[in-house]
């Protein structure tokens, strides 16, 4: 099985099993079917472990559960954990509450060039839209319709252009946008090699910046970052964040600050410690 696998998803999710397995169902109806699933679980309850086993009776793909004890918000540890256990030389990451549409992974792979990272898109749902979304709305696509979202009550804004099928639009408006290209946990994919190269997440991080930081290493190191916003999409189910603090926030910045004023590529608390990967 391994052998067949093009592409590791990574998938970081924490006591959201309605949430995670809605997205789990998304990437059953993704168009191609030689990529694994990688589930960095940081501390969920026995309720997302059973959505898991369950997903994995109903699906052709091969999926790893990477679970660890629940000790506070430690997303960054799970990832480096999640990593080390993919077998594919190739990463997505993405988070336990991003709906991927059915062309997702496809064009993840498709548009991969060796030395970058591919930067892609999401579109953010309201509580209100969130509640509507179901199994039968993401095997139908609804969820991904501008016309569909409108009417459950999404507000419109030129946001709401990333779920055009309009390739010419999409070629055109990942070119022209000046939003930068970064390492966004939600969506975002590079070489396993490159990860590994800047020693993965700094796991002394917190919630706020802790993937972009990573994403500033790996420009430091020679990525190059290519801009897939409106190609790649997916749609962000809403969801509280008890877990954003000023002091986090403040602590992240201060790493990341360090990281870009002297231009680091490595951080000594990522992935291989004293000489070891744990």
Known sequence: MHS????????????????????LWSYQLQTVRNFEIV????????????????????????????WQEDQGFLKT?????????????????????????????????KSRVYGYALSAGYVKLNEVV????????????WCFDKKWLLNMGLRNSFRLIKVTKSKFTVRLLNNITTTKATFDGMNV???????LAVNGF?????????????????????????QMRYSAICVHLFHERPYKTLESLKFNAKIRANT????LIWTDFGIKKCGKIL
């Open 4 to 23: 067949k696998i093009n592409v590791s998803v990574i998938i970081s999710t924490y006591n959201q099993p309605k949430w995670l397995e809605l997205v």
């Open 39 to 66: 589930i960095a679980d940081d501390g969920s309850s026995e309720a997302t472990k059973l959505v898991i086993e369950q997903f994995i009776k109903q699906t052709d793909l091969a999926v790893q559960h990477i």
């Open 77 to 109: 540890k799970i990832l480096n954990k999640a990593i080390i256990a993919s077998f594919s030389d190739y990463l997505i990451f993405t988070d336990g509450d991003c709906i991927a549409r059915n062309d997702f992974v496809e064009t993840h792979i």
């Open 130 to 141: 969130s509640k509507c979304i179901s199994k039968e709305v993401i095997t139908k696509q």
């Open 189 to 195: 994919s590079c070489w396993k090699q490159d990860i």
């Open 202 to 226: 700094d796991e002394r991080m917190q919630y706020g910046g802790e993937d972009r930081e990573l994403g500033e290493r790996l420009m430091n190191y020679g990525v190059k970052f290519k």
């Open 260 to 263: 870009k004023t002297k231009k």
